[in-house]
Nanobody, 116 residues
Framework: QVQLAESGGGLVQAGGSLRLSCAAS?????IAWYRQIPGKRRELVAS???????NYTDSVKGRFTISRDNAKNTAYLQMNNLNPEDTGAYYC?????????????WGQGTQVTVSS
């Protein structure tokens, strides 16, 4: 069983940056970042598989970067040029493959708030 702990959220001005971290208690295969924007369904933001192949939702392409450090069992989400529409709770997900909501292991979430 894998336990995940997110950190790095906070309050930032529009146009600013944040770097989220996801520390895992053990080895991870596929790791993904999801976010819960108020009033909307939880959505996939980015994913990275065991070989380093990444995917991003269209709204964050060119602004966010997902990465991983296998030696530390840690994944990151670098978020640049943030806008108020990025505000929400961000969750880390680990799974043997990308299966989505309700599957795999989940962290408790970290809040990102972007002011206008």
């Amino acid at each position: 069983q894998v336990q995940l702990a997110e950190s790095g959220g906070g309050l930032v001005q529009a146009g600013g940056s944040l770097r989220l971290s996801c520390a895992a208690s053990g080895r991870i295969n596929v790791i993904a970042w999801y976010r819960q924007i108020p009033g909307k369904r939880r959505e996939l933001v980015a994913s990275i598989d065991s070989s380093g192949i990444t995917n991003y939702t269209d709204s964050v392409k060119g602004r966010f970067t997902i990465s991983r450090d296998n030696a530390k069992n840690t994944a990151y989400l670098q978020m640049n040029n943030l806008n108020p529409e990025d505000t929400g709770a961000y969750y880390c997900n680990a799974d043997y493959k990308l299966r989505g909501n309700g599957y795999g292991y989940w962290g408790q979430g970290t809040q990102v708030t972007v002011s206008s």
